[in-house]
């Protein structure tokens, strides 16, 4: 149960990364960026970052948080041998 939970708190930092990067980049003026779901390409992100004085670490964590909690929720499925 506490690895399900944890794959879920994983996957809400991923929402949260991702909408921080959106921000950002709406901010700067790149219109539909909250209308292109799964196509934002981060790389627009790490492209304007020096010009704007942002740091890299969001993109970077934001994959590291995904690949985690979705690897822990599968993982809360396998039967335990108890």
């Known amino acids: 149960?506490?690895?399900r939970i944890m794959g879920i708190v994983l996957l809400c930092a991923f929402g949260i990364l991702d909408t921080f990067v959106r921000v950002r980049l709406r901010g700067i003026g790149q219109k539909?960026?909250?209308l292109r779901g799964g196509t934002l390409d981060y790389g627009d992100y790490l492209k304007v970052r020096q010009k704007y004085g942002w740091?890299?670490?969001p993109v970077y964590t934001l994959?590291?948080?995904v690949i985690s909690g979705i690897s822990?929720?599968?993982a809360s499925f396998i039967p335990s041998k108890n």
């Open 72 to 74: 822990l929720i599968l």
């Open 1 to 3: 149960m506490t690895v």
């Open 55 to 57: 740091s890299p670490w």
């Open 32 to 34: 539909w960026v909250f």
């Open 63 to 65: 994959w590291i948080t």
